[in-house]
C-alpha cells in the first residue's frame, strides 16, 4: 500500500503543478495600455471613421470579418472583446465573441448584437490572408515593442500580416 501511496502523491503534485502553473501561464505577457493613450484614442478613431470601407470590404469575397466591441462583465468591467460578424445591416451587426473577457466569470453567451457605431476596431482577412483594418492591433504592437523589446514571435508572424 506504501508503494502505491507514493507514485499517487507524485501524480498528483505534477498535475496539480500543470494545471495550475504551467497551463495558466499566457503565451504573450499582458500589454499595458493606458485607457488615454493617444495612439490608441486615434486608432480607435479611424476605426470608425473608415466604416464605409469596413462594409466595402466585407461585401467583397474575403475569409473573416472581426470587430472589437465592448461588453461590460460581470463585474462591471468594459472589455474590448474580437467578435467574428455574422451579419452587418445599417446601423446594427450580429456577431460571435471570438476572446473570452478576463474580468467575466458565469454563464457567457457567444451571439450578440451590437450597434455599428459600438465597433471599436474592425479587421477583415482578405483572400490573400493579408488583414485590412486592425488598428488597435497595430498600436498593441507599437506598445508591445515599446514595453518588451521585441515582440513576440507569434506577434511579429501576426504584425506582417497586416497591410
Known sequence: MKYLLIPLIVAVVVFVWWRFFYIARPEVPPLVIAPDDPLMTEAISKAKATIPQL??????PNRGVRVKVPFTTS??????LWAEVLSLRESEME???????VTHTGRLERLHKHTVSDLTDWQVERE????AGGYTMRVMFVRGREQWGDLPPELEGEE???E
Not at 463585474?75 to 474590448?80: A, D, I, M, P, Y
Not at 490573400?128 to 488583414?131: D, E, F, L, T, W
Open 55 to 60: 462594409r466595402e470590404l466585407a461585401a467583397s
Open 75 to 80: 463585474s462591471g468591467v468594459t472589455e474590448h
Open 95 to 101: 456577431v460571435r465573441y471570438l476572446t473570452p473577457p
Open 128 to 131: 490573400s490572408g493579408k488583414y
Open 160 to 162: 506582417k500580416k497586416y
